[in-house]
């Protein structure tokens, strides 16, 4: 079945510098790769996604990259700030069927 | 708008005795979610509907988990007896359309058995 590997399982960084998190994805058949961040005792809240007939996507200091030969895709954040502090997880997923997602990046902005 | 809504927030109960949760979706959301999130874990689908049909249960223990999703909007996810294991957060989920992909989350409910 469909895994989802995410790296690193924890991350911190300065304020201001940038973050990146990478998954990978072992079903080819997966097109839909949502990227959620979760803070301490709220459910996921999606922040950005991208669709597998596009390669880049950005909104503001988030941004996602997917490569559909290796099977990899990333979030990078920019600029980051303290409040962007929280666990961010990847998922992968075809069509709304079953989306699985990443064991989760716990995030520390320092300031 | 308002968001998914789930109560209750806790739940603490002894091992053996049942539980239930339940998911208020966002208005007009057609597919709904239930998943188990373990502590450290990404969230895993228990269960999907699209409108009331339960279209992808193959994740639920289905000897003690049970779920149902009256005309198509509330839905409850009950567990009889519960298990020490069974401690997580159950998050439910829902997406405006069906085989729709943007799911959005409730807070969760975080189950404890003693």
């Known amino acids: 079945g469909e895994n989802v590997e995410q790296h690193p399982s924890t991350l911190s960084v300065q304020e201001g510098d940038s973050a990146v998190i990478k998954c990978t994805y072992s079903?080819?058949?997966?097109?839909?790769f949502p990227w959620y961040k979760q803070e301490l005792g709220k459910g996921p809240q999606l922040i950005i996604d991208?669709?597998?007939?596009?390669g880049e996507k950005k909104d503001q200091r988030i941004a996602v990259t997917l490569n559909k030969t290796a099977k990899h895709f990333s979030l990078h954040i920019t600029e980051t700030q303290p409040e962007d502090s929280a666990v961010y997880f990847c998922a992968a997923g075809s069509g709304g069927f079953k989306t699985i997602f990443g064991a989760g990046t716990r995030l520390f902005v320092k300031a | 708008e308002a968001g998914v809504v789930q109560s209750p927030r806790y739940k603490i109960i002894e091992k053996k005795q049942p539980v239930a949760f339940w998911c208020n979706p966002i208005s007009g959301h057609n597919t709904l979610y239930w998943y188990r999130q373990n502590l450290g874990q990404g969230p895993e689908l228990l269960i999907r509907y699209e409108n009331e049909e339960a279209v992808d249960d193959s994740q639920l223990p289905k000897d003690r988990f049970s779920a149902e999703r009256l005309k198509g909007v509330d839905s409850t996810l009950k567990i009889q007896p519960a298990e020490l294991g069974d401690s997580a957060v159950y998050l439910c989920?829902?997406?405006?359309?069906?085989?729709?992909?943007?799911?959005?989350f409730g807070q969760g409910t975080r189950l404890t058995v003693v």
């Open positions: 079903d080819s058949a997966s097109n839909y």
């Open positions: 991208i669709r597998s007939n596009v």
């Open positions: 989920a829902s997406s405006l359309e069906i085989g729709g992909t943007e799911a959005f």
